[in-house]
């Protein structure tokens, strides 16, 4: 079983920057990757970026060049997220993939508004 905690949500302004952390806690020992989802009001959940832990990465495209993403060894999640705009308001999700199961933290609250 895997935990997974985030923190860093909150209101900014647009252009404004935050980073995300995400702890985990647990079996961490056989997770395959970890990724940021992102769900905004009325929408759907979606990918925002991954990582595994020898550096490979992927973005979705809107945030490619604003966002990073990083991990210390699936212990710790991070999402730098520089000039950040309205369209990036919501709820942030971490994820692990495990071979077992996937899991998911509670999510942070992002909001991008002036």
């Known amino acids: 079983q895997v935990s997974l905690v985030e923190s860093g949500g909150g209101l900014v302004q647009p252009g404004g920057s935050l980073r995300l952390s995400c702890a985990a806690s647990?079996?961490?020992?056989?997770?395959?990757?970890m990724a940021w989802y992102r769900q905004a009001p009325g929408k759907q959940r979606e990918l925002v970026a991954s990582?595994?832990?020898?550096?490979?990465t992927s973005y979705k495209d809107s945030v490619k060049g604003r966002f990073t993403i990083s991990t210390d060894n699936y212990r710790f999640l991070f999402l730098q997220m520089n000039n950040l705009q309205p369209e990036d308001t919501a709820v942030y999700y971490c994820n692990a993939r495990h071979p077992i199961n996937n899991y998911w933290g509670q999510g942070t609250q992002v909001t991008v508004s002036s």
């Open positions: 990582t595994t832990n020898d550096g490979e």
């Open positions: 647990g079996n961490i020992f056989s997770i395959l990757s």
